[in-house]
């Protein structure tokens, strides 16, 4: 209680910062499963999302941005304390809300991607039980060595026929997705989308994606991750209608020819020794139908530089909107910082990406803070979300599938301990922006 009466003092003296409140005091969540929440079709301003508390637990849960109702249920119950498992969302065509999630490199006892579906539209009581699969195939093991689940990314194009797609880290460490054409009855085996071109299964290029629900998928990926690769670049592609192509449109792969390698699709950022390495956070598209990428670059793991890229007339514009700071990970003393590249995090607005949400060190504490731009960031306007807090604020995400009619909201993680993926202890935060 006191922790409590003290934030709102802050807030209501600080910039004059609108109200915050905490959707639950035990959550956390990775930045590669997602949609992590998205708005519900069928309400205005009703929306699903979902967690991992400090137990293992995972939970989804709804929010009526307008009255402040909420309603948890729980998936899974001791799954595996890490960060990494928490659920992604999917509203289906009858909507029903499917969720997903993954051990963080599963395959133990079993484990794949484990699933669960609504029996009644906006109602998490009706989620049925776990059903758990394996996206798998015997001649891609063969080739690819490795198995593991890592991730789960799910969508549904309305073009073919409300097809279902589920992108994650799983055969061969490396993204695969599977499809399904009955609503997430069955699923077809993986396909392994991009490898490096030297076969190595330690390498695992992370991506992050974004769908228009109708006939296309975009992907922003890297060659690896920071920690392994010094050059660490950033790419782009599309899926569309049995393809992956380019910015411009020139394909790449049809989906019978996968996989494909990072440099076969569009460079967004050419990471140098001197200009640093990078790691994504978030990708959409703006109302001219351009992809638009969040990403950090890394000169030295002690600078997180939040780069701005839009693909313009050929080209990618790219520019810099703040130095974060450094990782937010606490470090025990006399150790190494096991995570050097965790930044605050960045989300655009799916609706409206000229508008970024980032976490960023304010006085030595991770804030929140909004920046727009009129200029595909060659200018920014920035204005606090959270200011004077007591503890870090971290990875922002607003929902997905966000419409003209639905209110604005943000939701984060805030810290009262993380040393590690597997030994946090947070709540998740949201906000109703003006």
């Given amino acids: 209680m006191i922790r409590f009466l003290i934030i709102v003092c802050v807030l209501s003296f600080s910039h004059n910062l609108q109200a915050q409140t905490a959707l639950t005091n035990d959550g956390a969540w990775c930045w590669f499963s997602d949609p992590r929440a998205v708005y519900l079709?069928?309400?205005?301003?009703?929306?699903?999302?979902?967690?991992?508390?400090k137990y293992g637990d995972v939970y989804a849960a709804t929010l009526d941005i307008k009255t402040g109702k909420s309603?948890?249920?729980q998936l899974y119950k001791q799954l595996e304390i890490d960060?990494?498992?928490?659920?992604?969302?999917l509203e289906l065509a009858d909507g029903n809300i499917l969720a997903q999630y993954t051990w963080h490199g599963g395959n133990k006892n079993g484990m794949g991607v484990i699933q669960h579906i609504t029996s009644r539209p906006d109602a998490l009581s009706s989620f049925g039980g776990a059903f758990v699969f394996k996206p798998y195939s015997a001649p891609l093991l063969a080739k690819y060595v490795r198995e593991t689940y890592t991730y789960a990314n799910p969508f549904r194009l309305e073009k073919e026929n409300n097809r279902l797609y589920s992108f994650g880290r799983w055969i061969g460490f490396k993204p695969n997705f599977i499809t399904s054409s009955d609503g997430g009855k069955t699923w077809s085996e993986p396909h392994v989308v991009i490898t490096s071109k030297i076969p190595d299964t330690n390498n695992r290029p992370y991506v992050k994606y974004h769908s228009d629900g109708i006939s296309k998928i975009h992907l922003v990926f890297t060659d690896g991750h920071p920690n392994n690769e010094p050059t660490n670049s950033v790419y782009y592609c599309y899926y569309e209608n049995g393809a992956f192509r380019?910015?411009?449109g020139t394909q790449i792969s049809t989906i019978d020819n996968l996989p494909f390698h990072p440099e076969d699709a569009t460079v967004v950022y050419k990471a140098t020794p001197a200009s640093g390495k990078a790691w994504i956070f978030d990708i959409a598209i703006d109302s001219k139908g351009r992809p638009v990428i969040a990403y950090t670059r890394y000169p030295t793991n002690q600078e997180h530089?939040?780069?701005y890229a839009v693909y313009d007339k050929g080209q990618w514009v790219d520019n810099l909107l703040i130095n974060s700071g450094t990782w937010f990970p606490e470090t025990p003393?006399?150790?190494?910082?096991r995570e050097e590249n965790y930044s605050g995090g960045m989300t655009l607005d799916p609706l409206n990406p000229e508008t970024v949400y980032f976490s960023h060190q304010v006085n030595g504490i991770f804030e929140i803070s909004k920046a727009t731009t009129k200029n595909m960031g060659?200018?920014?306007?920035?204005t606090p979300i959270t200011r004077n807090s007591a503890l870090h604020n971290v990875r922002p995400v607003v929902p997905r599938y966000k419409k003209k009619e639905d209110p604005t909201v943000l939701l984060w993680m805030q810290l009262r301990k993380y040393l590690h993926y597997t030994d946090y202890d947070a709540d998740i935060m949201y906000q109703v922006l003006k």
């Fill in 41 to 53: 079709s069928g309400s205005k301003g009703k929306i699903v999302t979902g967690w991992i508390n």
């Fill in 71 to 73: 309603e948890q249920q």
């Fill in 83 to 89: 960060d990494h498992d928490n659920p992604a969302f």
């Fill in 246 to 248: 380019k910015a411009d």
């Fill in 305 to 307: 530089l939040y780069h």
């Fill in 333 to 337: 003393e006399g150790e190494k910082q």
């Fill in 378 to 382: 060659r200018n920014w306007k920035t």
